[in-house]
């Protein structure tokens, strides 16, 4: 039997724009293959349902992505009111409708409005938190429903881009609205849609959603799939974002090459420039480079000195 080629060591992050359709997974998987890579993953995964900003980890980007699991989100949702489904979103059953009040603008942004700040949520059934071991996803689809405790979420801005008539159609008669949200980590659009629809004197599920941002990074700067395709190998390879990117907000020092080693074994040091620590740097976690290659994160304290956190092996194929 043939020895199985091997993939390569590729590092670095991709801002996928995930097509409607296809898991995260899925999506993640096609341009992995693009990159005949060893290592990958996303970060924050998103239905098929939705589309939009989808970042991919590489190699050893993939030490960041927890950190960018943390990242605030802004999505564009259309809710349609008037229907609730199993799911929370126009994939699932129809499980009630409800006459869709009428209300005024006033008292429609009202409603939205208290849902802006801090506020406690109920995750849905069918999501990837466990219960016992088992998704409470795959236990949704038994027809087993557990008591969820509700979390402690985030909306920093919940703004009405439209408030519409539609006719009717696949989800029945009823008003759609088109929200721009932005909001903390840990966020269920799909509850949020069914909360507000609750608000309003009715019922609500997503119709559609699309991720627009997720911290420091935008739509605007993600490809498609087709784009992806497209590129030659150099392309492909250039448009990778650095590993050490989403950790800008971190402070940086370089060091010696002597530091280097030493922190590539593991050790403790004492930083050469400790004497300017109080005026640049506080204490805690820091960025560490070595004639501006990134070596990974340190912890840094007041008197100077150096613990290795999570180093990383910047050495590609």
Known sequence: MSKRKSGRNVHGIILLDKRLGVSSNKALQEVRHLFNANKAGHTGSLDPLATGLLPLCFGEATKVSALMLDDNKRYRVVIQLGVMTDTGDAEGEIILTKPVPDYSMASLIACLQQFVGEIDQVPPMYSALKHQGKKLYEL??????????????????????????????????????????????????????????????????????????????????????????????????????????????????????????????????????????????????????????????????????????????????
């Open 140 to 317: 949704a689809r038994e027809g087993i429903t557990i008591e969820r405790k509700a979390r402690r979420i985030t909306i920093f801005e919940l703004n009405l881009l439209e408030n519409v008539q539609i006719e009717a159609g696949a989800l029945g008669d009823s008003d759609q609205l088109v929200l721009d949200v932005f909001c903390s980590k840990g966020t269920y659009i799909r509850s949020l849609a069914e909360d507000i629809g609750h608000a309003l004197g009715t019922c609500g599920t997503v119709k559609a959603l699309r991720r627009l941002e997720a911290g420091q990074f935008n739509i605007e700067q993600a490809k498609t799939i087709e784009q992806l395709i497209t590129m030659d190998e150099q392309a492909l390879f250039d448009s990778l974002i650095a590993v050490d990117k989403p950790l800008e907000f971190l402070p940086a020092v370089q060091l010696s090459e002597i530091e280097t080693v030493a922190i590539h074994y593991g050790q403790v040091i004492t930083y050469h420039g400790a004497s300017d620590i109080s005026m640049t740097i506080s204490t805690g976690v820091i960025r560490m480079y070595h004639a501006d290659i990134f070596l990974g994160l340190g912890e840094i304290g007041l008197d100077g000195k150096i613990a290795p956190r999570k180093l990383f092996n910047m050495t590609n194929y």
